[in-house]
């Protein structure tokens, strides 16, 4: 991903570039965990500074116009000339008309084009962006591991148990896989389906081939080797040592990963929801601004001015 773009500087649809190549480490080791500053944290949009500066129709239209949100000027289809922008008297930002008042007496339909503003009011929208950007962005990235490097794989259900008793649990199972050296976490919802026919295939499409993948003992992965990958395995019912296997194996990482990804989705309540798969590429896209520092309100809008290309 870039470098986080200045929060005060205006940046139009052209010139931002949401689909950059994912960050690794030449020694290895994963990236060191980055606090944010006071000073940048206030730096970044919240609540209150949305009010301040967003707070009246008129701030938001300027402010909707400046980042390419909007258009200001827009040409007339039937004459080909300018229009100029007359709001319309709705308290909501949309719609507005764009007028050529040299032809208005004469024909106002012809003269009349009804633009939408901001069109994504919705928070359903808000997220349908991020999962496209956040799925294009995978395939801009490629996949991950490759020959001498070492891919991790688990899976984890999400979800909770029948009035808070017993072992079984309704939700979601997730595959997780991350590669070693590298933030890049991908996280796939097969259907709760666990069979090899169907972890196999969504393994080969993230992972290239001759990677050296670490899982546990799990029968589905046993045709790894078939798909051009070295496998080695960890036995969690090892008496003597149930994490780390003998030559070193181990998936303590992408292990470790649940924990964080769980308390995002218990916090609101998200383990049964039906758009299960798109709570999963927020996460990713929210997990992305952390760990690179950077503003989620001005990445968003970079976020819709790509997806939502006027």
Not at 64 to 87: D, F, Q, S, W
Not at 138 to 144: L, Y
Not at 268 to 277: A, L, M, P, V
Request: aromatic share 10%.
């Amino acid at each position: 991903m870039s470098v986080s773009e200045n929060p005060q500087t205006s940046t139009s649809r052209s010139e931002v570039n949401i689909l950059e190549p994912r960050q690794s480490t030449s020694s290895g080791e994963p990236p060191a965990k980055c606090h944010l500053y006071v000073t940048e944290v206030k730096s970044m949009w919240n609540l209150i500074k949305v009010f301040r500066e967003l707070g009246t129709r008129e701030q938001a239209i300027a402010f909707a116009e400046e980042r390419g949100m909007i258009p200001i000027t827009k040409k007339c289809n039937y004459h080909k000339k300018p229009m100029l922008v007359e709001y319309s008297t709705k308290k909501t930002v949309d719609p507005f008309l764009f007028v050529n008042k040299e032809y208005a007496e004469h024909n106002r339909k012809l003269a009349e084009v009804r633009g939408h503003g901001l069109k994504i009011l919705k928070l359903s929208c808000l997220r349908e962006a991020v999962v496209i950007c956040q799925i294009e962005k995978q395939i801009f990235d490629g996949k991950i591991g490759g020959p001498g490097k070492i891919v991790q794989i688990d899976e984890s259900k999400f979800g909770k148990r029948k009035y808070n008793k017993g072992r079984h649990i309704e939700g979601h199972w997730v595959l997780g896989m991350i590669e070693d050296g590298s933030e890049d976490l991908r996280l796939v919802c097969p259907d709760n389906v666990r069979s090899a026919e169907v972890l196999l295939p969504l393994i080969e499409k993230h992972v290239t081939e001759g990677t050296i993948i670490h899982t546990d003992m799990r029968r589905a992965y046993s045709g790894l080797e078939n798909y051009g990958f070295i496998h080695k395995t960890v036995n969690h019912s090892d008496p003597e040592n149930p994490f780390v296997a003998p030559d070193g194996t181990h998936t303590q990482r992408i292990e470790s990963q649940w924990r964080l990804v769980k308390r995002f989705f218990a916090k609101d309540n998200y383990n049964n929801r039906e758009n299960f798969t798109d709570l999963i590429y927020e996460y990713l896209w929210r997990r992305e601004m952390i760990k690179l520092k950077q503003d989620p309100f001005e990445k968003l809008i970079d976020v819709i001015n790509y997806v939502y290309k006027q």
